[in-house]
């Protein structure tokens, strides 16, 4: 069973960087779209952004277009969200999610997440 674990985020300030990683266990990541989706306190969830099985398509929230990039190596079965250009809208917990089924694409990943396997979360808090 597939099992996922976020890792990477903390406390930065406003304009800096953090990079997270996803680290799949117990099945093969590469099978499955990947997201990242986020929540703040009292908001709800939000897709971050996406990717596709093999990496070659990419789906980003307006919000954070031109400033996060998603990448993945399949081979150590990971997922990444580079974040720049942090802003204090930008706190929230973030989450990775894999799909049960490898034939969801990345932009239905992003759109309705249901069915699909989840990390625990990490925290990531922009603030001076």
């Known amino acids: 069973q597939l099992q996922l674990v976020e890792s990477g985020g903390g406390l930065v300030q406003p304009g800096g960087s953090l990079r997270l990683s996803c680290a799949a266990s117990?099945?093969?990541?590469?099978?499955?779209?990947v997201g990242w989706f986020r929540q703040a306190p009292g908001k709800e969830r939000e897709g971050v952004s996406c990717?596709?099985?093999?990496?070659?398509?990419?789906k980003y929230a307006d919000s954070v277009k031109g400033r996060f990039t998603i990448s993945r190596d399949n081979g150590p079965n990971m997922v990444y969200l580079q974040m720049n250009s942090l802003k204090p809208e930008d706190t929230a917990l973030y989450y990775c999610?894999?799909?049960?089924?490898?034939?969801?694409?990345?932009?239905?990943?992003?759109?309705?997440?249901?069915?699909?396997?989840w990390g625990q979360g990490t925290q990531v808090t922009v603030s001076s």
């Open positions: 990717i596709s099985r093999s990496g070659s398509s990419t």
């Open positions: 117990g099945g093969t990541l590469g099978y499955f779209a």
């Open positions: 999610a894999a799909a049960w089924d490898p034939f969801t694409t990345h932009q239905d990943m992003c759109d309705t997440p249901t069915r699909a396997t």
